[in-house]
């Protein structure tokens, strides 16, 4: 089961450990957009890890500092990056060095999801250790 959210410059898929975002065509992803999405972030993943999977179907920008603000939440254990094509793919290499935790990029969905699987499964292994 999934919950969907059109929010105006993007969709959102929201699964059980992660998310699915889409922007659209020329849309600027800046800070505005993450206290946003902050909000779905609490309804839906309050007091459990998940991760970010950006499915770049479309061109857009991204403000390279939107990755500090994500480094603010602190159950966001992992972004996932699917370019569409080679320049898509050299900005997902830049702004990953904005990101301070796991950041992948993947030539598919599938790919995508089984790294963010693994990455969940360690942070929440090494979450129960330190709670024992």
Do not use: C
């Not at 390279?64 to 990056?81: D, M, Q, S, T």
């Not at 094509?85 to 995508?112: H, M, V, W």
Request: hydrophobic content about 40%.
């Amino acid at each position: 089961m999934f919950h969907y959210y059109d929010i105006g410059h993007a969709e959102v898929f929201i699964f059980d450990d992660f998310l699915i975002k889409q922007v659209r065509e020329g849309e600027l992803v800046d800070k505005e957009e993450t206290l946003e999405f902050k909000v779905i972030l609490n309804e839906h993943f309050k007091g459990k890890n998940m991760a970010y999977i950006s499915n770049r179907v479309f061109s857009y920008s991204v403000n390279p500092l939107v990755y500090k603000e994500a480094e603010k939440i602190p159950n966001l254990v992992a972004i996932a990056v699917i370019p569409s094509n080679d320049k898509t793919r050299a900005s997902a290499q830049y702004e990953s060095q904005f990101y301070d935790r796991p950041f992948g990029i993947f030539k598919n969905l599938s790919d995508a999801i089984q790294w963010v699987h693994k990455i969940i499964e360690r942070e929440n292994s090494e979450l129960n250790i330190k709670t024992m």
